[in-house]
């Protein structure tokens, strides 16, 4: 079964209107989850990790006040895309490690956000 | 910065046909590399990995060897299914997977087998 949950699985919202995403780790705590986008037929890019009580580390090009991480429990990370805009509009995954060094990274089912 | 390139798509193959999905990548050190399938409608699953140069990854009769002097994991498949149609990635990482990276993919490779 999943190990990594990911809700909603797909969003349409207004633009303008802020979207929150949630990421759990089902059966394990992890203290860093990556949040990553999918545009249409590329590849997944990774934003940025999360980090249980600390800031989020942000890759490059990517507006952190934009996307807003909160990291608040060892088993939850949120991913916030506020005011979104049409632009926005694509498949947000996310992942975690599992707490044995060394091993894959498990994956959400993804959030297809949808701008209108 | 690390990158992985892998062939573009769609591959069309007839059900029992062999298939290769090429991938490169460059990175600095010794990155693990992996390949995860996407189902339409679903997130990413783990199908295969390698973590050192000669490894073979396997599972579901999909192979791939960690070519170091080529910097290559090439995916193979000597039969391929109607259900293996899905849209597949190759990824590295430098921390072997694990916590402390996020993953660098491919642009993903869509397979479509006909029946």
């Known amino acids: 079964g999943a190990v990594v949950s990911q809700h909603p699985s797909w969003v349409i919202c207004k633009s303008g209107t802020s979207v929150k995403i949630e990421c759990r780790s089902l059966d394990f705590q992890a203290t860093t989850m990556f949040w990553y986008r999918q545009f249409p037929k590329q590849s997944l890019m990774l934003m940025a990790t999360?980090?249980?009580?600390?800031?989020?580390?942000?890759e490059q090009g990517v507006e952190k006040d934009k996307f807003l991480i909160n990291h608040a429990s060892l088993t939850l990370s949120t991913l916030t895309v506020t005011s979104a805009h049409p632009e926005d509009s694509s498949f947000y995954i996310c992942?975690?490690?599992?707490?044995?060094?060394?091993?894959?990274?498990?994956f959400g089912d993804g959030t297809r956000l949808s701008i209108l | 910065g690390d990158s992985v390139t892998q062939m573009e798509g769609p591959v069309t193959l007839s059900e029992e046909a062999f298939l290769t999905i090429n991938c490169t990548y460059t990175a600095t050190g010794y990155p693990s590399l992996f390949w995860y399938v996407q189902y339409p409608g679903e997130g990413l699953q783990l199908l295969l990995k390698?973590?050192?140069?000669?490894d073979k990854g396997s599972n579901k009769g999909f192979e791939a060897t960690y070519r170091k002097e080529t910097t290559s994991f090439h995916l193979e498949k000597g039969s391929v299914q109607v259900s293996d149609s899905a849209v597949y990635f190759c990824a590295l990482s430098d921390s072997g997977g694990g916590g402390a990276d996020g993953l660098t993919f491919g642009k993903g490779t869509h397979l479509i087998i006909q029946p």
């Open positions: 992942s975690a490690p599992p707490p044995r060094g060394n091993q894959p990274q498990h």
């Open positions: 999360s980090n249980e009580g600390s800031k989020a580390t942000y």
């Open positions: 390698a973590t050192k140069a000669d």
